[in-house]
């Protein structure tokens, strides 16, 4: 049976045709013997500190450390030159890159056949073969470590320039797509302008194709930071750009040129030029010299481990070690970017003697109970509050989508993030409403007509230079009042509900007269269904029913109340103190007010609350009426009075003086008359 590669299983994309086989492929001999198929693929998955591990001869290491097995590396001597044609380099951002290297080579065929059990090597490392070029840079990069490029000498103007991107400037990949640079980052470029992303991907222009017969082979080593991020922020991900994220052997860039040039001229052929350098001694990585004592080493493991022993461990994993008498003195090599502190050798040496080889042991700490402050109302508190008056808690994104962030606050400025997790998901809230509403339309898509949500967190208001991080608690509801039931009324909530809710908020803390609901206008709520919190005068939040264009914007089909509070200004309350209890009887007066019907009760309450006296000892509003009787645009107001001294019985004189008292101001403050 004639078979394409997908078919053997050589490939998981479908192949086009039928594998076919070079022409010095043996007759008769067996298939799987010729294409090396007795093996095995082993997959590793590192963490993002293990970057040296990202190669054949980083793996290798790593092997011969935990088995005390001797590397064989290959043998890679240098190339002689036997031409002398070269090709200027330069650095302008020595920090970015400390080192670039590169060669010409000239009189390669690039239309030779990459041998197969380079394609085959590749291909169980999950790199298609392209090129002999391209896959010999490819190669190299497997084996060693070094991502590499190879450019088309003929299409390079003047020498290498390895700089910052210009304003404006603009690259063709070879992916094909263009991409504008920004200014922060690191490209290749000749005279005519930009050759390459760095440590990224190469551009098209400048790339070898089926014409190139002269190359130019880089090598360079890049920061870490240079290049973290800046594949991501361009929509890429590159096993070039995944190495340098993470670190490459900066002594390692000499050694790749001379392997793929060595093997250049094995496969395509050619004659190699000088290797031409250029590099920034002082931004070159520095030796990390760190100091491991025995004693804190003993004391992280609790175990005492023979010197000799830590130093063999040290030694294999290629450190230069010294041994002192407090413990060692380890020099960390090239590649290892993770060894930086002696809590990075303490984690070496357990790692390769064996978590399993360490005693159990459990921590002996002394653990004495937190002060705890009877003025500060804790959000495990409030929440125990929010959850005992019917609402769930809910947790929703720190990030928003834009569309309904602007929809609920047009003029809010918050972070946009660089890196989103989605497009839904881009801008860092400025308010708990957006992902509160989103969370409600979650379920009333899934047949929940009763809603009681509540969250606390973060919102964020600003530019990341001046940005304010402010913690809130907000709440929603819809639906009906209460859970359906043969008893209950069918009554939707509304916002005297919820301000309910957030009442009781206050009031294990003691705080509760430092409140007021102001009316006032926010761009998410309904313009006469709305207040602002104060608290001690201050702003502190808002509360109302959503705005109805907002709702017919997002499609919402029930009506919603909603609030947010600034935690802080809940969490402030006061010491619960004992009064004794008066044994003499309470006075009680009613007196109903009217006055204009935009007048707000508070200030109604306020006035009567300044000259009511020290023994008031509760105000009630137990009635509100409008309409027959009442004058349009008035309303009438009932007020419930209750007076009581600590020590002896109030007399109808002293309670009438009080009474004449209000009446008075409310008329004067409020232009309000006692209802007769």
Same mark, same amino acid.
């Given at each position: ?59 290798? *290491? ?488 907002? *709702? ?76 027959? #009787? ?45 209802? #007769?």
């Amino acid at each position: 049976m004639i078979c394409s590669a997908s078919e053997l299983g050589l490939e998981e994309e479908t192949s086009p045709g039928i594998l076919v086989l070079s022409a010095s492929a043996p007759v008769g001999v067996d298939f799987r013997e010729f294409m090396h198929l007795n093996d095995m693929t082993i997959e590793v998955d590192l963490t993002p500190n293990r970057g040296d591990c990202l190669s054949i001869k980083g793996l290798s *290491r790593e092997v011969g450390v935990l088995n005390r097995l001797p590397v064989n590396e290959p043998a890679i001597a240098p190339v002689a030159a036997e031409i002398e044609d070269s090709f200027t380099v330069s650095i302008e951002a020595p920090e970015q890159c400390p080192r670039y290297i590169g060669r010409v080579i000239k009189g390669v065929n690039v239309k030779a056949e990459t041998p197969l059990w380079m394609v085959e090597r590749l291909r169980r490392s999950g790199v298609r073969s392209i090129d002999p070029v391209v896959d010999i840079t490819n190669y190299v990069m497997l084996e060693l470590g070094q991502p590499m490029h190879a450019f088309d000498r003929d299409n390079l103007q003047e020498g290498i320039v390895v700089r910052m991107a210009k304003p404006g400037e603009k690259l063709t990949l070879l992916d094909g797509n263009e991409v504008v640079l920004r200014p922060e980052t690191l490209i290749i470029a000749d005279h005519s302008g930009p050759l390459a992303m760095a440590g990224v991907m190469g551009g098209e222009n400048s790339g070898v194709n089926e014409n190139t017969q002269t190359i130019f082979l880089e090598s360079a080593f890049f920061t870490p930071l240079a290049i973290a991020g800046q594949a991501r922020s361009y929509g890429l991900h590159t096993d070039a750009s995944h190495r340098f994220e993470r670190g490459v052997d900066p002594q390692l860039t000499p050694v790749a040129v001379e392997r793929a040039t060595q093997l250049l001229i094995e496969i395509c052929g050619g004659q190699a030029g000088p290797v031409v350098e250029a590099q920034s001694a002082e931004h070159m990585p520095a030796e990390r010299a760190i100091l491991l004592r025995s004693a804190r080493l003993e004391m992280a493991l609790s175990k005492a481990l023979a010197s000799d022993d830590v130093t063999d461990i040290l030694q294999r994993l290629g450190l230069d070690v010294s041994v002192q008498d407090a413990g060692w003195a380890v020099t960390a090599p090239s590649w290892r970017f993770d060894l930086a502190i002696e809590e990075d050798l303490i984690e070496e040496v357990a790692r390769i003697h064996g978590y399993n080889n360490l005693p159990v042991r459990r921590p002996a700490a002394r653990l004495a109970l937190r002060s705890s402050d009877e003025a500060t109302l804790t959000q495990a508190r409030l929440r125990r509050q929010m959850v005992a008056r019917g609402f769930q808690e809910a947790i929703t994104y720190s990030f928003v989508a834009p569309e309904l962030q602007a929809a609920m606050l047009p003029d809010a400025v918050s972070p946009v993030l660089a890196n989103p997790i989605s497009a839904d998901l881009s801008v860092m809230r400025a308010s708990l409403f957006p992902g509160l509403v989103r969370a409600m339309e979650y379920n009333l898509n899934r047949q929940q007509t009763r809603v009681r949500l509540f969250e606390t967190g973060l919102v964020f208001n600003g530019e990341l230079d001046a940005l304010s991080q402010v913690p809130m608690l907000g709440a929603l509801v819809c639906g009906a009042c209460e859970a359906e039931g043969w008893s209950d009324a069918k009554d939707r909530v509304d916002f005297y509900d919820l301000k309910g809710d957030l009442e009781s908020l206050p009031r294990p803390g003691g705080s509760a007269d430092a409140w007021r609901f102001e009316p006032a206008e926010h761009s998410a709520l309904h313009p006469g269904q709305s207040a602002q919190l104060m608290y001690r005068g201050e702003p502190a939040g808002w509360i109302g029913t959503l705005h109805p264009q907002v *709702r017919a914007k997002l499609g919402l089909k029930m009506d919603a109340v909603l609030f947010e509070v600034r935690l802080d200004a809940l969490s402030q309350g006061r010491i619960p103190a004992f009064e004794p209890l008066s044994r003499f009887p309470e006075v009680r007066r009613d007196l109903a007010f009217i006055l204009k019907e935009a007048t707000p009760v508070q200030a109604l309450l306020d006035c009567a609350k300044q000259q009511a006296g020290e023994y008031l000892q509760d105000i009630k509003l137990f009635d509100v009426y409008a309409g027959k #009787g009442v004058a349009e645009g008035h309303k009438s107001i009932a007020l419930g009075l209750t007076w009581q001294h600590p020590s002896r019985t109030l007399n109808d004189e002293e309670i009438n003086q009080l009474v004449d008292s209000i009446v008075t101001q409310v008329r004067v403050k409020l232009d309000a008359e006692l209802r #007769g």
